[in-house]
């Protein structure tokens, strides 16, 4: 459970946060509603048993300069619980680590992995040669030790074992070659545009330091860049193929990749269920004002607002908030305008470690491991997705957009849809392409579930996700001087170069609630979050001092008031109904 909202930081500021920031193989503290600290203990006061594992690790293969290794030997289970605690996940991660000799001088393997929960194998890498392979093996359990409060934290036990004998060199007179890493795409996708990824080749230094070059199709062979990264740049729909070649004095080798681009599926209207019409949020309420909302996934129990504070849209936890819970909401609460709130069932599509359906795929789970990625920064309990792997991802898509469904939520937020972010940040190098791929797929199958689908963030994509979706969540765009079209205007990513709002491809949330469709003839809903803990946005009563921080009037001029007219609201970072100062006046 979220604690606080994925703040944005600057490119800058991630770059420099990425040198000191260690990816762990699990996670150090879980997320827990109302900051709940992690403990070993369980509810009762009974110790957490750690996980037990049977066997002897063994590090198997040939410790050779381009060969594979594997780690053997070992089974895990999760530990005997106490009585009233349950167990959330359990997953088994693998850290390999290149030393000066078996006891220790160890640093990073070089064909490391960012997803560590599938890296049981490893080949080694040419810098391996002459040193001993470490071997390190995690297993972590999750448990909820309070249902009541959502209290839960990971119990890790690790066992580790390093190579007998030192890694030997690539063998003389034998070509160079290199392989493939971080992720392919599918055999079929939408995405017009790949980065592809190879490791540093393995070689013998007698024959030379080999050169690398790649081609794209029937292109000229081109030098691979610094990194071994390649970037294909637009691609038409139809069949296509990327070749790496390395060569040295001993000779040459090639590999290729195969794929086909198809065009990204239509969005498709909302098919109501035989229970509940499809319900579109309302740019404007009847009142003519933009439509109020309450953001409470920082709670367990979704909590009412009545009075003067009442509104007609709660987003709320789609896996904690119970279907009764949604029944309440739609039959007996007041709303602001509406006869009674709508419910919009929060989904993040990171890899969260506390949710039931987190566990790798080997432990029962809808990951497979090697779709996870880094840590996302500030939360340590989640990672990164590679949005290439959509048909490994699609269970996991369906299984929660349909409990989204069973429940009765009329539409699904979906949160941390930008895998396409740097590397550095996701472990993975993805295009916006990447995540249009999946997103058309998401965004089409909450639609066929009978509920609208809010976007979230990622202004620079806006002009599409306003196709496939219904309205928005946005954070922080008043701070960060991003909520229009008009702030945006020259800027660009993967070919697409943000315009005014006439424009053909505006980005900013205004595009959003001047999209008049025939579900919503004034336009989509965007619900805009501001937060206390920012010092920027000052509270209505508070005195506030200019230039470094704006006064409440100001901001609900500026986001609230036409021509934005979004839902604007100052919050508490923690989203646990702390703080409730909706525009025009906090009340």
């Not at 000229?220 to 139809?238: E, H, K, Q, R």
């Not at 498709?268 to 003519?288: E, I, K, T």
């Not at 953001?295 to 936890?317: F, M, R």
């Amino acid at each position: 459970m979220k604690t606080m909202p994925k703040l944005r930081i600057g490119t800058a500021a991630m770059a420099a946060l990425a040198t000191v920031i260690v990816v762990a193989l699990t996670t150090s503290s879980a997320q827990a509603v109302g900051r709940h600290r992690v403990s070993a203990v369980s509810q009762s006061g009974t110790s957490m048993p750690p996980p037990v594992a049977t066997g002897t690790l063994t590090i198997n293969g040939q410790f050779a300069d381009g060969s594979i290794v594997r780690a053997e030997g070992l089974t895990w289970n999760p530990g005997s619980l106490p009585a009233g605690d349950r167990l959330l996940t359990f997953e088994v991660g693998y850290d390999w680590s290149s030393c000066a000799s078996a006891s220790g001088g160890c640093r990073v393997a070089e064909d490391s992995t960012s997803t560590p929960f599938s890296a049981r194998s490893y080949r080694v890498g040419h810098t391996d040669g002459g040193r001993f392979l470490r071997l390190t093996e995690v297993a972590t359990e999750v448990v909820e030790t309070n249902a009541t409060t959502f209290a839960q934290g990971p119990h890790s036990t690790s066992s580790s074992v390093a190579s007998s004998t030192e890694v030997t060199g690539y063998r003389s007179g034998r070509a160079p070659r290199t392989e493939f890493v971080n992720g392919t795409p599918e055999a079929t996708t939408g995405s017009t545009s790949e980065y592809f990824s190879v490791d540093p080749p393995h070689y013998a230094a007698t024959d030379g330091t080999p050169t690398m070059q790649y081609r794209i199709d029937t292109s000229s062979w081109l030098a691979m860049p610094t990194g071994d990264v390649f970037y294909t740049g637009n691609l038409v729909i139809g069949r296509h193929r990327v070749d790496v070649r390395t060569a040295n004095s001993a000779g040459a080798t090639d590999i290729s990749f195969s794929w086909r681009v198809v065009p990204l599926p239509a969005p498709l209207p909302c098919v109501p269920r035989p229970d509940q019409a499809c319900w579109y949020p309302p740019h404007l309420n009847s009142l003519g004002q933009p439509m109020r909302w309450d953001w409470q996934i920082g709670l367990v129990t979704p909590q009412e607002k009545t009075g003067a504070s009442a509104v007609d849209l709660y987003d709320i936890d789609g896996f904690l908030t119970t279907a009764s819970e949604v029944s309440t909401i739609h039959q007996t609460w007041t709303a602001a305008t509406l006869p009674h709130p709508k419910a919009v069932c929060y989904l993040d599509v990171a890899w969260e470690e506390y949710r039931p359906d987190a566990s790798p795929e080997s432990y029962g789970g809808k990951f497979p491991a090697s779709t996870l990625g880094k840590v996302y920064f500030g939360f340590p309990a989640e990672r990164w997705l590679d949005f290439r792997q959509l048909d490994a991802l699609k269970p996991m898509l369906k299984e929660r957009i349909n409990m989204c469904a069973q429940k009765g939520f009329d539409a699904v937020e979906i949160d941390d849809i930008d895998s396409f972010d740097p590397p550095s940040t996701t472990g993975f190098h993805l295009t916006p392409g990447d995540a249009e791929n999946f997103l058309a797929y998401t965004f089409n199958l909450i639609h066929a579930d009978g509920m609208t689908a809010l976007w979230k963030n990622s202004p620079l994509l806006s002009a599409w996700g306003a196709r496939y979706t219904d309205g928005a969540v946005v954070e922080e765009c008043y701070v960060s001087q991003q909520c229009d079209a008009s702030q945006f205007v020259g800027q660009g990513i993967d070919g697409t170069q943000c315009t005014a709002l006439s424009g053909p491809t505006p980005c900013g949330w205004d595009d959003f609630t001047t999209d008049d469709t025939a579900n919503q003839p004034n336009g989509k809903w965007v619900g805009e979050a501001e937060y206390v803990q920012d010092h920027y946005v000052c509270k209505p009563s508070a005195a506030c001092r200019a230039p470094h921080r704006s006064t409440f009037l100001a901001y609900c001029q500026a986001v609230y008031a036409p021509p934005s007219g979004f839902s604007a609201v100052l919050f508490n970072v923690d989203l646990n109904d702390r703080v409730f100062l909706p525009c025009p006046d906090g009340r």
